[in-house]
């Protein structure tokens, strides 16, 4: 069996190529894997705000409207209690001149 051990000279080709060929793989693989990752990322973080916005917006809406409907609900009862005491009221000045 006849070793022979490369001189620089001769493995300088390999080497210009290995490295090369690792640099691209490294660049495209990196680029790729930045862009997909932002990509997943992006999507993932959209749409789990978007699921918790709304959650919060219908919870919000939902509480508003329902706190907003007893007070709307409550003045209403107030407003009727005074008509009917001031129309009572009335009556009875108009009962007691009769």
């Known amino acids: 069996m006849d070793y022979t051990i490369a001189t620089s000279k001769d493995s300088l080709p390999l080497y210009k190529q290995y490295k090369r060929g690792y640099q ?3 660049d495209d693989g990196y680029h790729t894997g930045r862009k997909n990752g932002f990509k997943e990322g992006y999507d993932k973080g959209y749409a789990k705000g978007f699921d918790e916005g709304e959650e919060q917006g219908y919870q919000t809406g939902y509480l508003g409207g329902l706190y907003g409907g ?11 209690a005074v008509a009917v005491m001031l129309t009572q009221g009335s009556g009875r000045e108009s009962s007691r001149s009769v």
């Open 24 to 26: 691209e793989g490294s």
């Open 70 to 80: 007893l007070l709307i609900g409550a003045f209403s009862v107030i407003v009727g």
